[in-house]
């Protein structure tokens, strides 16, 4: 009679015992993609994997959570569940979910699937293949999620054109392009460490609970079923570094040089979440300062690197400048959205006086000194019948593709810009943090495709803001403000509250 074998033993049956070393080809030949970028590997089998999964384990694990999801979204649809949501102004925050992150999910599944077919050990291998198919499966649930709203609501139509297109979507965008254009062990680093690991946090806690706050259980249960997800990216991430780390000692400078970078193109681009934080949620969950306190101060600069000291790695170089915005991130972001909302996927307006009030209460320090008095005179400008749109175009940063809003460490009131001349040409940023991007990879970043460079040269649609806005794919009701947008008009209408003839 056949023993019956123990999960470890039948988890290595099913994985590890299934490789093998081809005596017919070069390995070489058929791993190409992991020896170029200086990383020296000793040991593949020295990858541990802390979950043990197989593919059957796997699969019914997600069937399971997806079977719950779906009985969500389908009592949700059938109850008229968006009428509960604490306002139709919350959707914003979901439009940029679905314009910004969705596509970014099916690009690391993309990413992760040639990690799978590229990586020379079983271990690796095996953990990207899972990633790759929960990375695909997050698009999915993602999209059917939000779909329902677009019965409903404006903005979510053309998400993936949008992503293509928009200007401010060019800055997510272009950190996953980064990433996918790099070597195999770089841009784990990028998507598995510096993403999944350092930032998730900050972008799917707050998504998600902002989601519970503001009564919407389908984007609140997606929210958390792909965060259990993440917990396995996050230990992937982490493996990978420690892996690679206790592999050789010449690897040490190279990770350090990557976890730099990584940092600082991450914390650029969830600048965006920042603002969805304090300015998009109806219903307040916590501020961006206080979730950048607990999940990365806390959690990754006195948690995580102080067990990475161990293997010669500090924290991330310009993490410094990330501590010291945290008054004022989510401020100088929202209000650049405020000027240019006329071109994007989502409605804003200006904060009420109970927002105004907690965000004061939250940045006692800042708030009232440097941003209350912007909102005070957009919402002056709109009682006399106008609306505040910047009629021009912002300058971009060359590398992580934000407007030059962003101000000098020390001096919230004077614009941080830098300047490199690169083969007789000036290349612009937003910070030391990209400019140092820039000088160590010049020949990738010029080649940059920023949006307000391609506009000017007239290959968005056509020289006009029209032009340019039907080419991103915007339909009216999309953009612009929120008080008095179809949205709201709707709104009113479902709820009764409308004046009679409007």
């Not at 329902?148 to 404006?154: D, M, R, S, T, W």
């Not at 010291?324 to 307006?349: M, R």
């Not at 006086?353 to 909102?375: G, M, N, S, V």
Request: proline residues 5%; negative net charge.
């Amino acid at each position: 009679m056949s023993k019956k074998l123990s999960m470890q033993q039948r988890y290595a049956a099913l994985t590890r015992d299934l490789d093998w070393t081809p005596d017919y080809v070069d390995p070489a030949k058929v791993f190409p993609l992991t020896s170029f970028e200086g990383i020296k590997v000793h040991d593949w089998s020295a990858w541990s994997d802390p979950f043990r999964l197989t593919v059957d384990t796997y699969h019914k694990y997600q069937a399971e959570k997806d079977k719950r999801l779906y009985a969500v979204i389908d009592g949700f649809a059938q109850g008229q569940g968006h009428l509960s949501l604490s306002d139709a102004q919350y959707l914003n925050a979901m439009k940029l979910f679905i314009q910004g992150v969705t596509p970014l999910e099916y690009a690391a599944h993309r990413h992760f699937a040639q990690l799978a077919r590229h990586f020379d050990g079983p271990g690796p291998r095996f953990a990207a293949l899972c990633q790759s198919i929960d990375e695909l499966r997050h698009t999915q649930t993602e999209v059917h999620t939000l779909s329902q709203y677009n019965k409903y609501y404006g903005g979510m139509h053309s998400n993936w054109k949008m992503f293509d297109r928009v200007w401010y979507l060019s800055v997510p965008k272009s950190y996953f392009e980064d990433a996918m254009s790099a070597g195999p062990f770089e841009s784990l680093i990028a998507i598995s460490f510096s993403f999944e690991y350092l930032l998730t946090n900050l972008l799917f806690v707050p998504f998600m609970s902002g989601a519970s706050f503001n009564g919407d259980l389908p984007s609140m249960t997606f929210g958390f079923s792909a965060q259990s997800d993440e917990s396995r990216h996050m230990t992937l991430g982490l493996e990978a570094i420690k892996f690679l780390l206790e592999q050789d000692e010449a690897n040490v400078p190279i990770i350090q040089a990557w976890i730099d970078k990584w940092f600082w193109r991450g914390y650029r681009l969830v600048a965006l979440i920042a603002q969805m934080i304090d300015y998009m949620l109806p219903k307040k969950v916590m501020s961006w300062k206080e979730s950048f306190e607990l999940y990365f101060e806390e959690q990754m600069l006195n948690g995580l690197f102080k067990d990475l000291e161990f293997y010669g790695i500090r924290p991330p170089m310009h993490v410094q400048q990330a501590i010291e915005e945290k008054e004022i991130l989510s401020h100088q972001v929202a209000w650049t959205l405020y000027q240019f909302s006329f071109a994007a996927g989502f409605n804003t307006t200006v904060p009420d006086e109970e927002h105004q009030a907690w965000l004061r209460e939250q940045y006692p320090d800042t708030f009232d000194k440097l941003f209350a008095p912007q909102w005070a005179k957009a919402k002056k400008i709109q009682e006399e019948g106008g609306r505040f749109f910047f009629q021009g175009l912002p300058q971009l940063c060359q590398v992580c593709q934000v407007p030059m809003l962003f101000t000098e460490v020390g001096d919230p009131e004077t614009i941080c810009q830098r300047q490199v001349v690169y083969e007789d040409e000036r290349y612009d940023f937003c910070s030391d943090g990209c400019q140092w991007v820039f000088e160590r990879e010049p020949e990738k970043y010029v080649q940059a495709w920023l949006p307000v460079h391609q506009i000017y040269q007239g290959v968005c649609g056509g020289p006009s803001v029209p032009e340019v806005l039907a080419w991103y794919g915007l339909q009216e009701g999309d953009s612009g403000e929120y008080i008095g947008s179809l949205d709201h008009k709707d709104w009113l209408a479902w709820h009764a509250t409308a004046p009679v003839g409007s």
